[in-house]
């Protein structure tokens, strides 16, 4: 008896880990998102097309907690360009929660030095411009467990889904749950719309979808170049 009573104390005494989240399907409701609703803050898209080494965009008006990028690879751009980090990456991915520059989460699927997905989460409170944090405040998210992720193909068309769920975070590749990890507290002060981003990769964007948010999207502000990382 007294040593059942010794367990019960030390099982209610020992501070308590969170269960991971069981693998699901996506749950947040997309719509793909008009052409002109795609604000491009850096570099630039010729008919859905982008070939420069640097572009960044938002949907304007949209929600922030989802979007799902389908997108067919055209191979490396002409000209490398290093990140403001001086590293030098191929990678095309997702914005999720983009205020700005300096605070966003990214899903990135990267081709170097080997095809992963790299999840982080940019944080700089009281920063707005890429002249202000440059490329500080960035925060690796660790998967619940390592999966194998494959490279994209020259001419191959994917499908690239994030979703924020609470504080977790779930990343899925042509259909497959691929990444999901917890994000950190500070990330639930970060709100913004979902977008895009790319580095030294071609590609043709045939559709990105985001929640819609349709009263927001009426009087969403005009779109501004700016920089960003």
Known sequence: MMRWLLL?????SSPRSEAAPTPRGPSIELAPIERDQLCV???SMSGGTVTEPTMRGYARGAGGDAAELTFTYRGETDEGRELASGQMRRQLGLKLRAQDSCNVVYIMWRLDPT???DISVKFNPNKRTHEECGAEGYTKIKPRKKTYVPAFEYGATHKLRGEIVGDNLFAWIDGHLMFQGRLPDYARTISGPAGVRSDNVKFDLVELA???????AKSAPPCKREGGD
């Open 8 to 12: 019960m104390i030390a099982a209610c």
């Open 210 to 216: 985001t929640p819609q948010m349709p009263a927001r």
């Open 41 to 43: 803050t850096k570099g």
């Open 115 to 117: 095809p992963k997905l």
